[in-house]
């Protein structure tokens, strides 16, 4: 076997083992010390980068689209407790509220997309051998990925969404429908004759929504596509 076909078959075999650790976990290899050595090669990290980065396409797409962020399960999922009370609160006393405020809130999310996507980036392209080995022992790449950007996502959109959602006036609003419920005080951070929340209230909440939401899309991409990775290589 020439040299050509040696670098063939060793890559191969990267790429193999690579995909297999982020599909199922199972290793492989006859030793994990040998399997772990392989995937954190600088093709092993390629490959898990490029499965992030393709979920958070995925993800920016879905808050670029105003009828796609409405649609999605994992943005629902993704909606604090707080908030959730909130609405079924309204659900009683202005049900026409809630889905003013879902809209709005998906009109922020499609204002965040150019800051959230340089952060989510740049921190896939933070990742080392160690967060590999990580990954080969059990951690989801996404994970990772939402231990490194999470707080970092918050602080950066939370400004966007608070200016989207007072520009379209549904927090004064939901301040106004509110008014003298105990929820106000408690989630939104004033009495009912309070305007205007403050970083604790309905921008802020929404702005874990949109983080949180976009790890689930994320994370969903890396369980779907994982073993695919196989395809290419007829596995």
Same mark, same amino acid.
């Given at each position: ?44 990290? =390629? ?72 952060? #989510? ?60 419920? =105990? ?30 939401? #976009? ?10 596509? =994982?073993?695919? #990775? #196989? ?5």
């Amino acid at each position: 076997m020439n040299n050509s076909q040696n670098e063939s078959s060793k890559m191969k075999k990267y790429i193999i083992i690579a995909a297999l650790v982020l599909g199922t976990g199972v290793v492989i290899d006859s030793t994990m010390q040998s399997c772990t050595s392989l995937a954190t090669t600088d093709l092993g990290l =390629s490959v898990i980068k490029r499965l992030l980065l393709n979920g958070i396409d995925k993800g920016m797409n879905i808050y670029s689209s105003k009828e796609a962020f409405l649609q999605n399960n994992m943005v629902d999922r993704a909606l604090p407790k707080q908030l959730r009370d909130i609405n079924s609160t309204l659900e009683r006393i202005a049900p026409s509220l809630v889905a003013k405020e879902r809209e709005y809130i998906a009109e922020a999310a499609a204002y965040t997309v150019n800051t959230s996507r340089p952060i #989510l980036q740049n921190a896939v392209n933070s990742l080392t051998a160690q967060d590999v080995t990580r990954i080969i022992q059990g951690t989801t790449a996404t994970q990772i990925l939402k231990e490194k950007a999470s707080q970092q996502l918050i602080a950066a959109i939370a400004p966007k969404v608070d200016e989207k959602l007072n520009q379209y006036g549904i927090v004064k609003t939901i301040n106004t429908a509110l008014s003298g419920n =105990s929820l106000l005080g408690g989630l939104l951070g004033g009495s009912g004759s309070n305007t205007k929340v403050n970083a604790g209230g309905l921008s802020q909440l929404a702005s874990e929504q949109l983080v949180n939401g #976009l790890f689930y899309i994320i994370e969903d991409y890396e369980q779907q596509n =994982s073993r695919a #990775l #196989l395809g290419p290589l007829g596995k």
